[in-house]
């Protein structure tokens, strides 16, 4: 499968009209869904007999799978698709998939005439077609685009080819999407609808085909994956640690993650799973956002710093090593210099093994674009400053805490060295590893010797194997 987030260069030869491309090319921007979104676009463009281009120099079709969530993404896909024009003035097909297609649907047509395609997260499956539809505006002189920004009761996942042998030993399965939350800053529930949980067998299926091409390891993917609710096989409701507790078992499969969770989801039932399931990797990903209780009811995430502490307390109880991760927001429209120290002080008591945090970006559409006292970017970048220099103290500190440990690395790729690979820690730390013998896709006992701000070193001990 191609795929890249680097930034797109002009190209040089051009497609052949008349038999319908023949090589693609996706480039999926923004979070795990998309990457997987982008991984089955390519599985299923296969099983149609379409190879996959090395290089968006080689394609006659290329795909930008785009993200909505910061404004910089939206206006790097308009100058994305204006690179894809060759030197000789022909350009591949294109199409504008993911968030931004869903958003803005003809809006992009509209901009950028030389787009084929625009289809929305929901509606990939109907690529092929909306190929062919393409093709045949493209021979009729038509500067039409096809347009697909559907969302389908019936999901796509029922349209799309078992899964492929994956080319790493960890693997994205997306079991639930869209969301009901309505975060007064955010896009999904516009973007990716409301939300869905895959039926329990289909994904039993699909993490089997995975397994079977060769994966250890697999991230359940959700925007709000542990609202994830089905009914298993004995006709049993099930919540995600059901879920969990049931491919545990399958043979073959070493590591089970799951992202991203809403604190509000977070069950006594999941939580205890990190105490009982070998399998269940200790890292949990639990976004926050704010330690300020104003700016979290602004925010409307529903629930408040003291509450979020109190679901990381019981699950430290169940899980004492477990490695937490967050997500913050600095500058939301009214934010006070008090309501950051709350930011900061949740951060304190929280301590995070990682966290991502982002400067507010006002989203078209959602409440909080409107809102009054939108906050200066210099005070913006003063306080992403403050957060992410102690943020980078608790990642370190951290990864210290690790050193002379012995754990399981799944080797995942060559590191810069001759002889070295690099993997995962249980803790998702990135760990090198100097391991003659060893391959990708090895897991293997290890003594994590330093530790450095973004990755650790390791002696290896013996191979594993699940
Ligand atoms: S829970 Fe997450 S995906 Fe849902 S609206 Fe809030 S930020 Fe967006």
Request: proline residues 6%.
């Amino acid at each position: 499968m191609n795929q890249s987030t680097d930034t797109l260069a002009p190209l040089s030869s051009a497609p052949e009209a008349e038999d319908g491309p023949s090589r693609y090319f996706v480039t999926s921007f923004g979070c795990q869904m998309n990457v997987y979104d982008g991984e089955r676009m390519g599985e299923m463009l296969a099983a149609q007999g379409m190879q996959a281009a090395a290089s968006r120099e080689d394609a006659d079709l290329v795909i930008l799978n785009t993200c909505h969530i910061r404004e910089k993404a939206v206006a790097r896909v308009y100058s994305d698709i204006g690179r894809l024009k060759r030197d000789d003035g022909s350009k591949p097909m294109i199409a504008v998939a993911g968030c931004v297609a869903q958003a803005e649907g003809e809006e992009i047509a509209r901009r950028a005439p030389s787009v084929d395609i625009v289809v929305g997260p929901q509606a990939y499956h109907r690529l092929p077609q909306l190929i062919e539809q393409a093709r045949h505006n493209t021979l009729a002189g038509s500067k039409k685009a096809a347009i697909d920004t559907d969302m389908p009761a019936v999901t796509k996942f029922a349209a799309l080819p078992v899964r492929a042998k994956q080319p790493r030993p960890s693997a994205f399965l997306t079991v639930q999407e869209g969301c009901d939350k309505f975060c007064t800053y955010c896009v999904v529930p516009y973007t990716r609808g409301a939300e869905i949980s895959r039926p329990f067998a289909d994904l039993v299926d699909e993490a089997k085909a995975l397994v079977d091409g060769g994966v250890k390891e697999i991230t359940l993917l959700g925007q709000n994956v542990n609202a994830w609710t089905g009914t298993d096989a004995k006709g049993r409701h099930q919540g995600l640690e059901g879920l969990i507790e049931q491919l545990a078992e399958m043979p073959g499969l070493a590591r089970i993650r799951y992202t991203t969770s809403h604190p509000n989801d977070m069950t006594d039932g999941l939580i205890a799973a990190h105490r009982d399931i070998a399998k269940l990797m200790p890292y949990l990903h639990l976004p926050v956002q704010s330690g300020s209780d104003r700016i979290l009811k602004a925010m409307n995430r529903s629930h408040t710093a003291a509450s979020y502490l109190a679901i990381i307390d019981k699950v430290r109880r169940s899980r004492p090593d477990i490695a937490l991760s967050g997500d913050f927001i600095v500058g939301f429209p009214g934010e006070t210099e008090a309501d950051f120290e709350a930011t900061l002080d949740i951060v304190r008591a929280a301590n995070y093994a990682q966290a991502y945090s982002f400067k507010y970006s006002p989203r078209p559409g959602t409440p909080a674009a409107d809102m009054e006292d939108q906050i200066s970017p210099e005070i913006m970048d003063e306080r992403l400053q403050r957060l992410q220099d102690l943020l980078n103290t608790q990642q370190q500190a951290f990864n210290q805490t690790t050193v002379g440990e012995r754990t399981q690395v799944l080797l995942e790729r060559q590191g810069r060295k001759p002889g070295q690979l690099v993997g995962k820690s249980p803790w998702l730390q990135s760990v090198h590893v100097m391991a003659d013998g060893a391959r990708i896709g090895d897991l293997i006992d290890v003594e994590l010797v330093s530790a450095g701000p973004n990755s650790l070193e390791g002696r290896a001990l013996t191979l594993v194997n699940a």
